[in-house]
T-cell receptor
């Protein structure tokens, strides 16, 4: 595997379900990100981790719970979601948080909340 | 607040040149990125500008004017595979970190 991978690619869940999204990067990067991409809206940054420590929480509701066990893996735990949370969830990584560090994106998980 | 504007849609002909504009009003500026995103796929990096002027990379060029809060992405010799969404993103200077604020993207359709 190369680059940034995400599983599952598609997920349908009810509002009472609990599920998790997984992201893995094979680039030797230290920073990882979760973004939300809704139809007709800009990509929204949700969380930033650097060396496993959360450095940014962009006022995300607590029904989204991130976890970063190491620099290569990032999870997004989901519980009691709402239909408006249906979106494409993108993971990204970068070497670090320096200004010149380009972000590499995964293919995303298409989430549908019924 | 932060505001990034780009046209929603554009159509161009194969072999032609197209310019996609992006204007921004942000509190602090630390660079501008262009990404390409094909439907159902990950955004991929195209270019990065932090100083005024033109950056050229093959068929793609990106221009930045910080005083005008303006950038454009120029695509030459258009190919059908260039049909995609083009995302403009500004890196902010707020509180450190590598935070990007994205525009809504410009959906480019290349026709024969």
């Amino acid at each position: 595997e190369t680059g940034v991978t995400q599983t599952p690619r598609h997920l349908v869940m009810g509002m009472t379900n609990k599920k998790s999204l997984k992201c893995e990067q094979h680039l030797g990067h230290n920073a990882m990100y979760w973004y939300k991409q809704s139809a007709k809206k800009p990509l929204e940054l949700m969380f930033v981790y650097n060396f496993k420590e959360q450095t940014e929480n962009n006022s995300v509701p607590s029904r989204f719970s991130p976890e970063c066990p190491n620099s290569s893996h990032l999870f997004l735990h989901l519980h009691t979601l709402q239909p408006e949370d249906s979106a494409l969830y993108l993971c990204a990584s970068s070497l670090g948080l320096a200004a010149t560090n380009e972000q590499f994106f995964g293919p995303g998980t298409r989430l549908t909340v019924l | 607040g932060q505001n990034i504007d780009q046209p929603t849609e554009m159509t161009a002909t194969e072999g032609a040149i197209v310019q996609i504009n992006c204007t921004y009003q942000t509190s602090g500026f630390n660079g501008l990125f262009w990404y390409q995103q094909h439907a159902g796929e990950a955004p991929t990096f195209l270019s990065y500008n932090v100083l005024d002027g033109l950056e050229e990379k093959g068929r793609f060029s990106s221009f930045l004017s910080r005083s005008k809060g303006y950038s454009y992405l120029l695509l030459k010799e258009l190919q059908m595979k260039d049909s995609a969404s083009y995302l403009c993103a500004v890196r902010l200077l707020t509180g450190g970190g590598n935070k990007l604020t994205f525009g809504t993207g410009t959906q480019l359709k290349v026709e024969l």
